[in-house]
């Protein structure tokens, strides 16, 4: 993913590459808590956005790119207090 940013000449900010090198999880569930936060946080949704990750977090804890979507919903809604403590 960051060799295809690189090429592309896209320039990431710092936590981007961090996101797109987290590990990714093989629970299909959480997966689609994930991408159900992700499609909240993309329409300002906040809290339903940190419901679904924190569900996608129970089934899989060691889900970092749910953990760091969270920081990034708790960022973009303005939450830095939140945000800073999963940064």
């Known amino acids: 993913s960051l060799r295809i940013a690189e090429n ?3 320039v990431l900010e ?3 590459p961090d996101i797109l090198s987290a ?3 093989e ?3 959480a997966y689609d808590l994930y991408s159900q ?3 909240y946080t993309d329409n300002q949704e ?3 956005a940190q419901a679904a990750f924190d569900s996608a977090l129970t089934l899989d804890p060691q889900f970092t790119k749910a953990l760091l979507a969270k ?7 303005g939450n830095y207090e939140d945000a800073v403590d999963i940064f």
């Open 8 to 10: 592309m000449g896209v």
């Open 37 to 39: 936060g992700i499609n």
């Open 23 to 25: 590990k990714p999880t």
């Open 27 to 29: 629970n299909v569930n």
């Open 71 to 77: 920081g990034l919903a708790y960022e973009t809604s």
């Open 14 to 16: 710092d936590i981007q």
């Open 46 to 48: 906040f809290e339903k």
